[in-house]
T-cell receptor, first 112, second 113 residues
Framework: DAKTTQPPSMDCAEGRAANLPCNHSTISGNEYVYWYRQIHSQGPQYIIHGLKNNETNEMASLIITEDRKSSTLILPHATLRDTAVYYCIVRVTNFGNEKLTFGTGTRLTIIP | EAGVTQSPTHLIKTRGQQVTLRCSPISGHTSVYWYQQALGLGLQFLLW???????NRGNFPPRFSGRQFPNYSSELNVNALELEDSALYLCASSNRVSNQPQHFGDGTRLSIL
């Protein structure tokens, strides 16, 4: 799976949009971009994933650049409960290699 | 819909003992994955089971093993516990439809004294 690069930490004011960047310059054509977050002492929570089109769900939006070398996760109206470590993962579904490779993620702190 | 459930939530063992952790996947999911998250470290892939068979294994010694039952629940067994086995053990499940996400439980916190 391709390697990802994320800033180690970010702050965002409560109520503002949180934009979390991820660089995946070595992504292959069949690799998806997945985002998870982990709130302290809990299991990772799936947020969203996409291949090349922008995606939106009830939690967030995912913007993938046209060359697919980077993406941005957007939390539109951040709340204190969004404070967590956010992981960007690129993954190809290969039934011989079903695993997620987590990096160090971005620690997002929402400021009241 | 019930999520992935793991038991126990916390466990304390001593060096050399053996431990069994349990995981029940989301209904309809046939794949179960195990990950280890040591304190301050990232998640490391341990094992993947699907349809009762071990399909993939991470870089862990053979004393880490497991199985998957006909109802798709799974156990992770760790023999000859060492201090460095202290970690949060996470289970995830998914179905085999292409590119469906893995969903995680809240883990078992294992402490080795």
């Amino acid at each position: 799976d391709a390697k990802t690069t994320q800033p180690p930490s970010m702050d965002c004011a409560e109520g503002r949009a949180a934009n979390l960047p991820c660089n995946h310059s070595t992504i292959s054509g069949n690799e998806y971009v997945y985002w998870y977050r982990q709130i302290h002492s809990q299991g990772p929570q799936y947020i969203i994933h996409g291949l090349k089109n922008n995606e939106t769900n009830e939690m967030a939006s995912l913007i993938i650049t046209e060359d697919r070398k980077s993406s941005t996760l957007i939390l539109p109206h951040a709340t204190l409960r969004d404070t967590a470590v956010y992981y960007c993962i690129v993954r190809v579904t290969n039934f011989g290699n079903e695993k997620l490779t987590f990096g160090t993620g971005t620690r997002l702190t929402i400021i009241p | 819909e019930a999520g992935v459930t793991q038991s126990p939530t916390h466990l304390i063992k001593t060096r050399g003992q053996q431990v069994t952790l349990r995981c029940s996947p989301i209904s309809g999911h046939t794949s179960v994955y195990w990950y280890q998250q040591a304190l301050g470290l990232g998640l490391q892939f341990l094992l993947w089971y699907d349809e009762g068979e071990e399909r993939n294994r991470g870089n862990f010694p053979p004393r880490f093993s497991g199985r998957q039952f006909p109802n798709y629940s799974s156990e992770l067994n760790v023999n000859a516990l060492e201090l460095e086995d202290s970690a949060l053990y996470l289970c995830a499940s998914s179905n085999r439809v292409s590119n469906q996400p893995q969903h995680f439980g809240d883990g078992t916190r294992l402490s080795i004294l």
